[in-house]
């Protein structure tokens, strides 16, 4: 479902240039829940955003199921991600002035679906993460743990091919990261591809597969025993 | 491309980032704000003062010159100076063939007599005229009819008199047409009362031309004439080719510039157009500047809040909003600012407007008469600002969308 071979990247530094992926392979099928791990530094982030179409490789390849990602311009690049990609951010970045429903109604905004469409799945969507009874609040009054639930459900909304994880739980306290991560194998289960970034080994071990980067290049990739909590 | 503008989610985006910070977004509006209400206030001014000006030159054929014999003061084929030459009725289809330009020519002779009807009298200027000063100097008739043709050539005793005389000859609401009044002893008919204009100089009755000829025994003496040009003719011109043929006729020196007096009406009206034509620009351009001004303000704030939404932007891009998404809404603040700034603007100036009629506007007196807009220029400005809010909401649009996506993300 997605395939990277030799993939490249680096930064302009002034001068110098920082190279941060050295070619890195990687190959996730469908259903599969693969954590990534690496130290700061180790090029996991830019990796994640490479995948999110939020950041272009320089030279190999990426393709998202079977669409080759390249040289794509502002808007298509914004219709993928619409389309394929789902976003879990460490700081939930919910928009603040919206309530839980609105926000998780949001990219189906973008899709174009009509209001009363839009909040009815938004809705279900909601009511999937345990938090229908929270609609009408605003992030702000919501716990750490229902924020990033909400942040789930929006990732969720528009039905992508893969959802992507950027230390879910890094802002939550350990039970709450049990939770979540507990939310996240459940959807796994029910047959969704996940890639989670993570630096908690915690955390990984409840994932299928651990990829770990060091230094631009994958240094160890495994399927390992999911740990159930 | 224009559904999104029927769509809730976007009006209630755009209150969420107007109303986030309410004083700053009021602030903002009050630049645009006070831009157009002195448009409309300068320019409903303006429009009151034109006003009071048509009202005054209203009635008039306004490229006329008056002119009338003085007295030399140049001797001149051995006349001496000091003499009064006379205008002779004789002498106007000379005018008429040597001049040209000429729309009409109007001959008039005035005096001032004793009016008595009854036990009333009154002293009033009487002129006689001809019907054709009705189409230079429009006479508003309230009641009956102007002399006309039949009048002149059986040298009828009629008079059209003014509102002034009828007040003073009349009981209030008698009816004076049929009714006689008596001028230097001789009866006369009213056939017609009309309200004095501004630039009804002299008389407040009038009588037949050939009436007053045969009364007052002027035989082919005219008191004045009432030169009117063609359209595209210079009446200054027409001025002086009039005068340079009476002063031929009179035997007068050409250079002799006392022999004819003479009144302008022409020059005085491009004058006082010229002037009137300065002050609309000028208040076109204040008015326009200092909205420019405020369009800038709200363009400066918008761009002040699209670097504090960074990180919003960065998330509804990360969730699929393409850059015209973004671009759009952010266009639409600043086109909504401009034009409900402009709607405030516009209310508040009309109400400037009203105050300055209640308070100069009126009476006979007044500086100026019916200080207004059209609707035409409401609309005009109302464009203007969409046009210049969308240009301006431009800038900080493609300022949001030049940001990626993952830098606005990794802003806190």
């Not at chain 2, 009854?118 to 008739?141: A, M, R, T």
Request: net charge neutral.
């Amino acid at each position: 479902m997605l395939k990277i071979k030799k993939l490249h990247k680096s930064y302009k530094m002034g001068d110098s240039s920082l190279h941060v992926l050295k070619g890195i392979d990687l190959n996730i099928e469908k259903g599969e829940m693969v954590a990534i791990m690496g130290s700061s530094g180790s090029g996991k982030s830019t990796l994640l955003n490479i995948i999110g179409i939020l950041d272009e490789h320089d030279s190999g390849e990426y393709s998202l199921d079977d669409v080759e990602i390249k040289n794509l311009n502002e808007k298509l690049a914004a219709q993928y991600r619409n389309k394929f990609l789902g976003f879990v951010f460490q700081s939930f970045n919910l928009i603040n002035f919206k309530n839980a429903v609105e926000n998780v109604a949001l990219p189906l905004y973008y899709q174009g679906l009509g209001r009363k469409e839009r909040l009815e799945k938004a809705m279900f969507h909601l009511e999937k993460v345990g938090l229908k009874d929270w609609a009408k609040h605003l992030p702000s009054e919501l716990s750490g743990g229902q924020k990033q639930r909400v942040a789930i459900a929006r990732a969720l909304a528009s039905e992508p091919k893969l959802l992507l994880a950027d230390e879910p739980t890094g802002a939550l306290d350990s039970t709450t990261s049990t939770e979540i991560m507990q939310f996240l194998q459940q959807l796994n289960d029910e047959g969704r591809t996940l890639l989670i970034v993570t630096h908690e080994t915690d955390i990984a071990n409840m994932c299928k597969r651990i990829v770990k980067l060091k230094d631009g290049i994958v240094m160890q990739d495994k399927n390992i025993k999911q740990v159930r909590p | 491309m224009f559904r999104f503008l029927f769509d809730f989610d976007t009006w209630q985006e755009l209150s969420e980032s107007l109303t986030k910070n309410k004083i700053r977004t009021i602030i903002t509006m009050i630049g645009v704000w006070w831009g157009i209400l002195l448009l409309i206030a300068l320019l409903g001014s303006a429009r009151g003062i034109e006003n009071k000006f048509n009202v005054q030159f209203g009635d008039y054929a306004t490229n006329s010159v008056f002119i009338w014999g003085q007295s030399t003061s140049m001797p001149f084929k051995g006349y001496q100076e000091g003499r009064a030459p006379r205008l002779k009725y004789s002498h106007l289809d000379k005018i008429n063939n040597n001049v040209q330009g000429i729309k009409f020519l109007i001959p008039r002779n005035q005096r001032q007599s004793q009016i008595v009807r009854g036990v009333l009298s009154s002293g009033f200027g009487v002129i006689g005229d001809f019907p054709l000063l009705d189409k230079v100097q429009k006479k508003n008739l309230t009641s009956g009819r102007f002399i006309n043709q039949n009048d002149i050539e059986y040298t009828k005793k009629v008079a059209v008199i003014s509102k002034d005389a009828y007040e003073q000859l009349f009981e209030k609401d008698e009816n004076a047409i049929g009714e006689y009044i008596e001028i230097d002893d001789i009866n006369y008919k009213v056939i017609g009362v009309f309200k004095q204009g501004n630039f009804d100089f002299g008389g407040q009755i009038h009588i037949p031309f050939t009436t007053f000829q045969k009364v007052y025994n002027q035989g082919d003496n005219i008191g004045w004439i009432m030169v009117t040009g063609k359209d595209g003719y210079d009446i200054l011109q027409i001025e002086k080719d009039v005068k340079l043929t009476l002063k031929n006729l009179n035997f007068v020196h050409p250079d002799d510039n006392r022999a004819f007096g003479s009144f302008n009406l022409g020059e005085l009206f491009k004058r006082f157009e010229g002037f009137l034509l300065g002050m609309q620009f000028l208040t076109w351009f204040v008015g326009i500047a200092t909205l420019i001004a405020g369009v800038f303000a709200i363009g400066n704030i918008l761009l002040i809040t699209v670097k504090e939404r960074t990180k919003e932007i960065g998330i509804r891009r990360a969730i699929g909003a393409t850059p015209f998404e973004i671009k759009r809404q952010i266009v639409l603040e600043a086109v909504i600012l401009t034009v409900v700034a402009g709607i405030f603007g516009i209310i508040s100036g009309g109400w400037i407007l009203m105050a300055v009629d209640s308070a100069f506007g009126q009476g006979p007196d007044s500086v100026l008469v019916n200080a207004s807009v059209s609707i035409f220029i409401v609309f005009v400005s109302l464009i203007i600002l969409v046009v210049f809010g969308s240009l301006i909401g431009l800038i900080p649009a493609t300022r949001a969308t030049i940001i990626k996506p993952i830098d606005a993300l990794r802003e806190e």
